[in-house]
């Protein structure tokens, strides 16, 4: 099972809308995919429904009053399952701090998961902070995949995480996390400021960067509202082709063993 990371300290760049339609995407193309919702908004719950037939989350896999693997629910795309999160996850911060080990809690319970071989991807909805919930994360997974919104800030806050990245591989928690790559979101053609940011971030971090890019559309704040992803609530349009797009790079990626331990900044 390879654990992916989806994070990024900066908000509202797509990483939750990355998380399920990347998620409901490679499950598409037949990979077994487990999405962990590590955010207290449990927004990625809501979208696949399964606030209201949640009898626990994440956070209590994260103190030990569960095993995980009784927190995984079916949803009702096949091959897709979830650990849903609740606003108890922001009590996490607090009580998973106080905890021995406290950055290896999350890779504890994503490790007994690995162990049943049940899936072939964990898929790690992130909240938009630095906090215990992003370490235990960053320690826990294999790869991280940053979402950069095509906007004047786009790298805004990326050196911040790539410097904290680099201290969770330095402090022995993690060594071997890598970077699955960054992923270019909300481009808006009509604009001279998508194709510039683009450029710049391919410029400056070269093969780092998916080639695929996500397209800036309605559909995107459509869907959730809906309670659907975007492949159900739009199948046929820019976002859900992108997204379908997004997993076969992801895919092919993995195969051809590409990733990139020492970061973008080397």
Known sequence: MKIIAITNQKGGVGKTTTTVN?????AGLGQRVLLVDLDPQASATSVLGLKEHSSGSTYQALIGARPARELILETRIPNLSAIPADLDMAGAE????RMDDHMLQLRKVLGDIREQNAFDFALLDCPPSLGILMSNALAAADEILVPIQCEY?????????????????ASGANPGLSISGLLLTMYDSRTNLS????????????????????????????????????????????????????????????????????????
Not at 94 to 97: G, Q, S, T
Not at 155 to 162: A, K, Q, R, Y
């Open 22 to 26: 990347l998620s409901a995407a490679l």
């Open 94 to 97: 607090i009580e998973v701090a």
């Open 153 to 169: 800030y786009a790298l805004e806050g990326l050196g911040l995480l790539m410097e904290v990245t680099e201290r969770i591989r």
């Open 195 to 266: 194709p510039a940011v683009v450029k710049e971030v391919r410029d400056h971090f070269q093969e780092v960067v998916y080639d695929t890019v996500i397209p800036r559309t309605v559909r995107f704040a459509e869907a959730p509202s809906h309670g659907r992803t975007i492949h159900e609530h739009d199948p046929s349009g820019a976002g859900s082709t992108a997204y379908i797009a997004l997993a076969k790079e992801l895919l092919d990626r993995q195969k051809r063993g590409v990733s990139f331990t020492s970061g973008p900044n080397a």
